[in-house]
């Protein structure tokens, strides 16, 4: 069925430091895979997306990369800032379900000054 | 920050109470969504309108019942909840239906029921 697992529920880092989050997802059929972040008590933002023709994608200092057989796909922040703490979620497309987007769990991240 | 509007931001509620839960859009899409956001949990889908009609229902109970006017205005009308229903409601929109689209997001309405 439609899951997706994502790792860790927080990450607490040093500003400069690179962060990671891992999601892993079930449906082979699935093919695109964005990421939102949500800052406090604020709306969650599409920061970038992937397609599964593409093993990486990179936009400044955020990138995901995606391994179709291994079925997961992970964001990487380099040189965090503390404006990048936020909730972040993973979220996978499955084609059986009208496209619909199913979302992992979230990743607490925090950057320390 | 004003493409997705949600009204009100905040609510509380008894079980016996009814109460409506409005969203608007004027990003000019036609697909609208509305999502439950519990703490610890993944945003859960609850309906799909593309159009104005309603496309997915994902098993949601009864006492949540959407209303799609227009596709700029969704509702959520919300009748004898329970307090495991307290959660953030997220309305969404985006140009067309399907995840492939990326979704705009409202600020989202806390709900609270006693």
């Known amino acids: 069925g439609e899951n997706v697992e994502q790792h860790p529920s927080t990450l607490s880092v040093q500003e400069g430091d690179s962060a990671v989050i891992k999601c892993t997802y079930s449906?082979?059929?699935?093919?695109?895979f964005p990421w939102y972040k949500q800052e406090l008590g604020k709306r969650p933002q599409l920061i970038i997306d992937?397609?599964?023709?593409?093993g990486e994608k990179k936009d400044q200092r955020i990138a995901v990369t995606l391994n179709k057989t291994a079925k997961h796909f992970s964001l990487h922040i380099t040189e965090t800032q503390p404006e990048d703490s936020a909730v972040y979620f993973c979220?996978?497309?499955?084609?059986?379900?009208?496209?619909?987007?199913?979302f992992g769990e979230g990743t607490q991240l925090t950057v320390n000054p | 920050e004003t493409g997705v509007t949600q009204t009100p931001r905040h609510l509380v509620m008894g079980m016996t109470n009814k109460k409506s839960l409005k969203c608007e859009q004027h990003?000019?899409?036609?697909?609208m969504y509305w999502y439950k956001q519990s703490a610890k949990k993944p945003l859960e889908l609850m309906f799909v309108?593309?159009?104005?009609?309603?496309?997915e229902n994902n098993s949601v109970p009864s006492r949540f019942s959407p209303e799609c006017p227009n596709s700029s205005h969704l509702f959520l009308h919300l009748h004898t909840l329970q307090p495991e229903d307290s959660a953030l409601y997220l309305c969404?929109?985006?140009?067309?239906?399907?995840?492939?689209?990326?979704?705009?997001f409202g600020p989202g309405t806390r709900l609270t029921v006693l």
């Open positions: 969404a929109s985006s140009l067309n239906a399907g995840g492939y689209n990326e979704q705009f």
């Open positions: 449906d082979s059929a699935s093919n695109y």
């Open positions: 992937i397609r599964s023709n593409v």
């Open positions: 979220a996978a497309i499955w084609e059986t379900s009208g496209s619909r987007l199913t």
């Open positions: 990003l000019g899409h036609n697909a």
């Open positions: 309108y593309n159009f104005k009609e309603q496309t």
